[in-house]
């Protein structure tokens, strides 16, 4: 229970404040115990970072399945996975995959190696009711596609090209949304992507 406990507190201000600029002190005092009883848990601070990361990883994911359950159809399935990590992600100030990449690529490789095989299932899903629904079309190449929606996605976390502040990155993944439905919907889901496009214009108000 401690140990869970840790992690949610550790998770919370890992992404408020950086990876880099929190320390197990600023952790232990907040909790209101001593760092003793964190390194009872944890060797280091690398090894919390690690199982942080990993936890928050699972909980998004068990976020984006539940999602995937209710019903929507392709194009209001993204949008309301992007509306998951905007509300997840909203008091962060940098991009927590640009700030893990910097200052513990091990747990950024890991992490990378676990939304490869998480990203391209959920992806193909997503692509395989958009053509059943009609919204995508039926001739495009799923795995190109989600290749290219890939590098997109998480490329923006890395390069240098884009500012690092969480706020822009959100703005700029649903430019990459838009981007990436654009290039795959057929006239019925253009329709559906103004649709929503129009909705998030109006929670952003």
Do not use: W
């Not at 209101?32 to 970072?49: A, C, E």
């Not at 992600?89 to 200052?103: E, G, I, V, W």
């Not at 690092?164 to 253009?190: D, M, N, P």
């Amino acid at each position: 229970m401690m140990r869970e406990k840790i992690i949610d507190k550790a998770g919370d201000m890992f992404l408020k404040f950086g990876f880099k600029s929190v320390t197990m002190d600023d952790i232990a005092r907040e909790m209101g115990i001593s760092k003793k009883t964190i390194y009872k848990y944890f060797d280091n601070k690398d090894h919390l970072v690690d199982d942080t990361t990993m936890y928050v990883q699972k909980t998004i994911d068990k976020v984006i399945m539940d999602i995937m359950s209710k019903g929507y159809n392709a194009i209001e399935e993204n949008f309301a996975i992007k509306n998951v990590f905007k509300n997840m992600f909203k008091n962060a100030k940098t991009s927590p995959m640009y700030q893990l990449k910097k200052y513990y690529p091990e747990t950024f490789a890991k992490l990378m190696a676990n939304e490869i095989c998480t990203f391209s299932e959920c992806v193909m899903s997503n692509l395989d009711k958009g053509v059943k629904e009609k919204i995508y079309r039926e001739n495009i190449d799923k795995d190109m596609v989600m290749k290219f929606y890939f590098i997109l996605v998480f490329g923006v976390h890395e390069s240098e090209l884009f500012d690092s502040s969480l706020s822009e990155i959100v703005k700029t993944e649903v430019k990459i949304l838009e981007y990436h439905t654009r290039a795959i919907a057929t006239l019925y889901g253009h329709s559906i992507l103004e649709d929503q496009l129009t909705k998030y214009k109006l929670n952003q108000s």
